[in-house]
């Protein structure tokens, strides 16, 4: 019985196609290990956005050398946006790498890992596989579930929309779209093994439109499947924020009160370099929207410090933004320029130092929003689905609204609470950013 072992770098949609790999290995037989010491297949999915996740991933996979000494056979397969983006090169630096398998490729890994030796993709004599596939689309595929409670179902692939300074596209390919019975296959077999709560993905996830209806149409139906209780999606993007959606956003109680939105800069000259495709009224407009009919909406965003050709005037319009908006939490990014992007021709009108200064002082305002919106929620008792004990202390568990708020609590003595259930808890405590509460003992 052949053992693998799965990281992971980067976004959810890696998550999730990694749960896709684990499925079809473990359809053949393999068994998922923890350790990689003890598998025969080490299979790395790499991330591709910033060069720092890219040198960190190759580092990485470098160190795996020491595995070959004590099992010579063993196989390691570098899979993912970097294999895609960096392929020939991987092959050079990391002799220990078996295969290169690229975003479109992944289902060739149980054949290269497990196939006959005279089957006809390995006669190939190919190391690398990381060809665009416009017809995978994960049709007919369903992930491994990693847990007994939540899931992650992707409904589609690839990009369109070519950001300046994103990579993506060029590496996922356009956007395809999963039919939408096909997702709500997936939701119902989760379902059925006891998942409560559904994760849709995509890059820009509520641009989603197929035969079956668009992205409010499917958040609709997917509440409708027996045993599902909450319903999360990202990324979404400004542009695709109707009033459609809104209005499911907002009065849908499966569809939880939290979105992802990224922003990636407050200026309105910057967002055209960048090329969104919104501005900072549309993006505002949807703010205002979630939070007039619930001022407690979990909004959390990305942001780029730095992007070429950014002035302190384009910053300071980001600082008020972020002041505007008050998100709950925010990735906040340095500029980190991707060779085959358009942005990368481009001349830096910026230091290292002063992007990094400019990242500070934004980290130092967000922290001080974040601290503030946890405060709103002291006082409050909110629902969480408890996810796991909390890391600091084994005898405390940690779950998480309905708005995403992370959320720590001790049991009573006597009372079992395990990850997956759903508790009221009155949150009544900050420690640096953990929101604390107290159980409520239902009594009816």
Not at 153 to 164: D, E, H
Not at 178 to 198: C, F, H, P, W, Y
Not at 227 to 253: A, C, K, M, Q, W
Request: charged letters at 30%; one cysteine or more; proline letters at 4%.
């Amino acid at each position: 019985m052949k053992k693998y072992h799965l990281a992971t770098y980067g976004c959810q949609m890696n998550e999730y196609d990694s749960a896709m790999i684990a499925q079809e290995l473990d359809m053949c037989g393999c068994v998922e290990t923890s350790n990689q010491e003890d598998a025969d297949f080490i299979i790395v999915n790499t991330c591709s956005v910033r060069e720092k996740a890219e040198e960190t991933a190759i580092a990485n996979i470098s160190k795996l050398k020491y595995l070959n000494k004590k099992n010579p056979d063993v196989k390691v397969v570098v899979c993912g946006c970097m294999a895609k983006n960096r392929g020939p090169e991987l092959l050079k630096r990391l002799p220990n790498v078996s295969y290169i398998v690229g975003p479109d490729q992944y289902k060739k890994i149980p054949e290269l890992l497990l196939g006959d030796a005279k089957s006809p993709l390995h006669l190939t004599h190919h190391k690398m596989f990381i060809d665009e596939d416009l017809s995978e689309n994960y049709l007919g595929e369903y992930a491994k579930l990693q847990n007994d409670f939540t899931t992650f179902v992707a409904i589609q692939r690839g990009c369109n929309k070519r950001c300046s300074y994103c990579i993506v596209p060029y590496l996922r390919g356009p956007e395809k779209y999963r039919d939408m019975e096909d997702v709500l296959a997936e939701v119902r077999k989760a379902a059925d093994k006891g998942i409560t709560e559904v994760t849709l993905l995509g890059q820009t996830v509520n641009a989603y439109k197929t035969e079956g209806g668009n992205f409010a149409d499917l958040l609709t139906k997917v509440s409708e499947i027996g045993g599902i209780r909450r319903i999360r999606f990202t990324s979404p993007h400004p542009r695709h924020y109707t009033n459609e959606l809104i209005d499911v956003l907002l009065n849908n109680p499966k569809v939880c009160h939290y979105a992802h939105i990224p922003i990636q800069s407050g200026s309105d000259a910057m967002l055209k370099k960048m090329r969104r495709q919104h501005n900072m009224e549309q993006y505002l407009s949807i703010i205002e929207q979630l939070r007039s009919k619930d001022p407690f909406y979990g909004i959390s965003t990305d942001v780029i410090c730095g992007f070429v050709g950014e002035t302190e005037e384009d910053f300071e319009q980001t600082l008020k933004a972020f002041e505007t908006c008050q998100f709950d939490s925010a990735f906040m990014f340095i500029y980190s320029p991707r060779k085959g992007t358009e942005s990368y021709k481009e001349a830096e009108t910026l230091t290292e130092q002063e992007k990094q200064e400019r990242h500070t002082r934004l980290v130092e305002l967000q922290n001080a929003i974040t601290l503030k919106r946890n405060q709103m929620m002291l006082g409050r008792t909110e629902e969480l689905l408890v996810e796991k004990n909390s890391v600091r202390d084994e005898t405390e568990l940690r779950g998480r609204t309905d708005n995403f708020k992370k959320v720590v609590f001790k049991p009573e003595e006597g009372r079992i609470v395990k990850p997956g259930d759903y508790v009221k808890v009155k949150l009544d405590d900050i420690r640096g950013w953990t929101i604390r509460g107290k159980l409520i003992i239902d009594n009816g």
